[in-house]
């Protein structure tokens, strides 16, 4: 199995009577780009503050699929041995750090702060083993800060 991560930027919440349903009135995940799970956000902002404090659960879309999204994919393990390894460069990496690896979103407010984190310790995180990972969390906090959110799935 393996932990994807997606960033998206430029994103709008979908009203609730415009959700998609399927005839039995459950939400059609088919042809859904966002859906933030109300019942994960709810116990990620409980246990992890402010992380994504500003998101809604529900369905949003990104203004242009192709160009406001963006995923990369690395195994579990892998993910949290390169967290750690981030965490040794600097604490400012800790609300990444001290956060599920399994599901969870990162709103706007928690990507600004984290772009700048990536950005001050740039020079740093390009000499990790994974300088690709690195820098896609550079641009996904980027996504995130532009009226976005991070998904890990």
């Known amino acids: 199995m393996s932990l994807d991560i997606h960033a998206y930027r430029n994103i709008w919440q979908v009203p609730e009577n415009e959700v998609n349903c399927d ?26 503050p402010h992380r994504a404090d500003e998101l809604k659960g529900g369905e949003y879309f990104a203004n242009n699929w192709k160009t406001d999204s963006i995923v990369i994919s690395r195994s579990y393990g892998y993910y949290n041995r390169w967290r750690d390894e981030l965490y040794k460069i600097s604490n400012d990496f800790y609300d990444l750090w ?3 690896d399994n599901e969870g979103y990162i709103g706007r407010n928690q990507s600004e702060k984290l772009y700048q984190a990536f950005q001050k310790h740039y020079e740093a995180g390009m000499k990790m083993i994974d300088s690709e990972l690195y820098e896609f969390f550079y641009k996904a906090f980027d996504f995130g800060r532009q009226n976005g959110l991070i998904v890990l799935s």
């Open 98 to 100: 001290d956060f599920p």
């Open 23 to 48: 005839q039995n009135g459950d939400v059609d995940y088919s042809n859904v780009q966002i859906v933030v799970n109300k019942e994960i956000l709810d116990w990620q902002n409980n246990e992890f």
